[in-house]
């Protein structure tokens, strides 16, 4: 036995040996041919470091796209959805715009076809985008500051092959545009129309069409920046075949109940989603997509044009898919060294990707609970924001992650980034529970009150870039769970709930 057991002792020596040399002689993962910021552009990658490029390397023209408002001539319901969306603000969000223009700046310009291959991407494929780095300017023309228009997506002919991106999955822009013809690529097969050619397209009903642009990895390191889709790439979801498209082209409670049933949207029952995907249609599909795109910028939208309707109303979209997102399980029991305990525990029952998602080491989510006795002193407190709207982060549970530098200092700039050194965001269907202990000596009842909150970045981030003058980030109460405990003999019970009866074991035979 012992003699087996230093032979197993030394095979895994050797094999530790073996990995230990392999990691330090190789990449881990990069395609070098094709990492860096200095790649020059080739016939097959003129728009280095993006992975963008156009269907037989075709020129691109600004004529080779529509104007959204033409496509809404047909589609009036998915224009109305696209132009309240992230996608049609894409480009003209003043705080990417910001943050942009500050990687540009510290990059000497390298990362501008990186970073606009997906803010714009008309833009790039016809240079009509560009920065002036003496003035610290872009100059973008009409077409190209629409954002991810709807030709953009639907002239999408196919995708980057994996061995030609730099972690062979999908990411940084990996599109295939076709601006050589006039066919809309979509996930309709018997689609017709008497303004454009049609043609189906698989990519079209599969995630792999987001990951191009939802799937940001740093050109150089290899490192994750945003991995949304690779998230949902190894959740529950993408085990039953729920694709990006089902949750965030159909309206929130299409999304509610797809994440609760992990039905596609066309097993559901009670919803009525079938018609024509335009006004001279004649043929009905079983799923017609609004195309409203929502995530959790609760900001944007209405910060750019808060006189529109549409803007804000797609900020109150967002706003509800925050609040049903996540659930709270919150409980309260005396230990026996009598302090008590406050169990949180925080499940992610409603997005296919971690909560948060995408810059995660800006986007934050937190627990704020007060704890107080019936006289309302308080007892305990955490997560609270200070007069400036900042969060004593070490004192708080925060779901983020956080990232370094090639030196280990810490920085949440994207094109910065050299690894990431802690995660605490939640996955899908999973969760994540924490213990608060406070100290109870004068009988009564305690109320408690726990809120789960979500904001698109701090406000000193904010203000880093905007100014002093920049706008208040809105906090979002995703959950907001209020309990009072009274003392029943030797145990706290919430009032209200009727307490658990153990049942009597049956005797009978």
Known sequence: MKKIILTLLGIVAIATTFNTLYASTNSVGINKDV?????????ERPFAPSMLRTKDNNHATLESFENPETCAGCHPKQYEGWRGSMHSHSWNDPIFQAEFKKGLNATDGK??????????????????????????????SEKAARGVTCDVCHSISGAVPLKDTITSEHGNG????????????????????????TQYSELHTKANLCASCH??????????????????????????????????????EVAIEVAKTLKRPEELEGFNLSGKASTLGVTDHSVVHPHEFVGGNTIVTAMLEPDSLRKRQHSEIAKKRLQNAAELKVDLSQRKDGLFNLNVDVYNVGAGHNIPTSLTQVRH????????DDQGNVLFETGKLNDHHDLD??????????????????????????????????????HSKHDFVFSHTNGGKIKVDVKL????????????????????????????VIKTYVQQKNSWQELGKKPSIAKEKDTHH
């Open 111 to 140: 990362i501008f076809n990186l970073c606009a291959g997906c803010h714009s991407p008309i833009g790039v494929l016809t240079g009509t985008v560009s920065w002036d780095k003496k003035t610290n300017e872009f100059t973008v």
């Open 365 to 372: 989510i937190w627990i704020e609970a007060t704890i107080s």
């Open 35 to 43: 990492a860096g910021l200095d790649v020059k552009p080739t016939a």
């Open 453 to 480: 909150n979500y904001r698109s970045a701090t406000q000193h981030f904010i203000e880093s870039l905007l100014g002093k003058d920049a706008p208040t980030i809105p906090t979002i109460h995703m959950q907001h």
């Open 215 to 252: 799937n940001i990895i740093h050109p150089v390191n290899g490192t994750p920046i945003e991995r949304t889709y690779d998230e949902w790439r190894v959740s529950p979801y993408a085990q039953n075949e729920i694709v990006c498209q089902d949750c965030h082209m159909n309206s929130v």
């Open 393 to 430: 982060e070490e004192e708080t549970i925060i779901f983020r992650t956080w990232t370094v530098d090639a030196d280990g200092n810490d920085t949440h700039d994207p094109w910065a980034i050299n690894h990431l050194v802690r995660d605490t965001t939640i996955p899908p269907k999973g």
């Open 174 to 197: 990996s599109h295939i545009i076709d601006t050589g013809s006039h066919i809309k690529y979509g996930p309709l097969k018997n689609s017709e129309s008497p303004y454009h050619q």
